[in-house]
């Protein structure tokens, strides 16, 4: 702003001495407000032209991501069987992903409703430099805390990107995996496998992604 502000005082300066010059040598004032206009175009060029550190190119990193998830899906999630739910669970929705401020996060809006009923989520991924992973939160309907930062940290394993976390629910120690496995050009899916208490590990939901039209 302080940028901005001396400029507009510069060119206001520089107009009262043309004024000034006009009357007392007629020609001479066009020739020093031709040269003042010329000099300022081209200032105003230069500063137009220089980058702006607000629009810095994106990482490696969050370029891969982006060209993966980034787009308006069509979601359709499903649980696998269990023993309390033989016929499993299936959910419909829809999940907006765009790139935050910079490029240097992804933002999503998940929105579903069917077997569990109504479900809304926004989701923060970004890459953290320092610990060479990808890190994710979630605010979220079903969240008892609204928000939760994850602990763990995603990776690529050749084109699928692994999350791998863990969690504490009700006295319940649970590792986590999540993998994003790009399916076609116009898809990905996201499976989950969970792991309770030291057991075996098994999956719980897949979530296929197809892009919206």
């Known amino acids: 702003m302080g940028t901005v502000r001396g400029r507009c005082l510069l060119l206001a300066t520089s ?9 007392s040598v007629g020609a001479r004032a ?38 993966m998830l980034v787009g308006n899906w069509e979601v359709v999630a499903t649980r696998e069987p269990s023993a309390a739910r033989p016929k499993g669970l299936r959910n419909t929705g829809t999940n907006r992903i765009v790139l935050g401020p910079g490029g240097r996060s992804i933002v999503e ?35 008892p805390a609204g928000c939760s930062v994850y602990d763990g940290l995603g990776k690529w394993e050749g084109n699928d990107l692994i999350f791998e976390f863990k969690l504490d629910h009700d006295g319940i ?41």
């Open 15 to 23: 107009a009262t001495a043309v004024v000034v010059l006009a009357f």
């Open 30 to 67: 066009q020739e020093v407000h031709a040269g003042q206009n010329s000099q300022s175009s081209s200032s105003q060029a230069e500063h137009l032209a220089a980058p702006h550190p607000l629009t810095a190119e994106r990482s490696p990193e969050m370029e891969k991501l982006a060209t």
């Open 109 to 143: 809006n998940f929105h579903t409703e069917g077997d569990t009923g109504p479900r809304s989520a926004l989701g923060i991924l970004w890459w953290d430099a320092k610990a060479q992973g990808y890190r994710t939160m979630f605010c979220d309907t079903v969240d």
């Open 173 to 213: 120690k649970i590792n986590g995996k999540e993998m994003f496995m790009v399916t076609s050009p116009f898809s990905y899916t996201v499976r989950f496998f969970e792991s309770r208490n030291g057991g075996p590990e098994d999956a719980t939901w897949t979530v296929n992604n197809t892009k919206a039209e």
